[in-house]
């Protein structure tokens, strides 16, 4: 009789992501320079500042935001971000009675050209698991308390459909530039667990 064991899933998640790496680098599956290569890219050059370049912009061009709302991933595409990852993004638009938060409840997809990698909490197994039961306690434990006259809507992202968060521009900022609106804009926001703040 043959027996087969899983992975241990008591282990930390790094520490199993780097046996099933050595496993594959060790049959010659993938190669680890690729892999330093890519989590470099999404690190250093990407991160979440493509996003903030988007968000800015349909805050900017009502036009612009018209066709992102449409199709998110053409209108990401028109400022130059696209790819692995982000084949299929559908943008949605928070308002001050409508708020949108994304959890992908099976994994961690997410919008990598726009947003760069996952951060730890996203792909933690408690935030995936309790924000779809619970997403108000949840934004609340992470700092962003809504009035309870404001609809929440949970976004699973999957390998099909990639969501990302149109905040809302904060009030007080009806001056500033497109790209003075940029620094502005963080992952958390795109995401839905935060509000934009004004400077």
Not at 2 to 28: F, I, N, V, Y
Request: proline residues 8%; hydrophobic residues 40%; negative net charge.
């Amino acid at each position: 009789m043959t027996t087969t064991s899983g992975p241990d899933e008591t282990l930390p998640a790094a520490l199993r992501t780097e046996a099933l790496e050595q496993l594959l680098t060790e049959r010659g599956l993938i190669d680890p320079k690729m892999i330093d290569g890519i989590i470099t890219t999404y690190e250093t050059n990407v991160g979440p500042l493509n996003g903030a370049k988007v968000v800015a912009r349909a805050w900017t061009d009502p036009e612009y935001r018209r066709r992102l709302l449409e199709d998110g991933t053409a209108a990401i595409k028109e400022l130059g971000f696209g790819g692995f990852q982000g084949e299929h993004i559908v943008v949605v638009e928070n308002t001050p009675t409508t708020h949108n938060v994304v959890v992908c409840t099976l994994c961690s997809c997410y919008p990598w050209p726009v947003l760069g990698l996952p951060p730890g909490w996203y792909k933690d197994p408690a935030y995936r698991a309790r924000v779809v039961k619970e997403p108000r306690a949840v934004l609340s434990e992470m700092g962003l308390d809504l009035d309870d006259d404001v609809q929440i809507t949970v976004r699973d992202s999957t390998s099909e459909v990639r969501w990302l968060v149109l905040p809302e521009r904060p009030a007080g900022t009806e001056h500033l530039t497109e790209q003075e609106l940029v620094p502005l804009v963080t992952r958390d926001a795109m995401v839905g667990v935060a509000k934009v703040a004004a400077p």
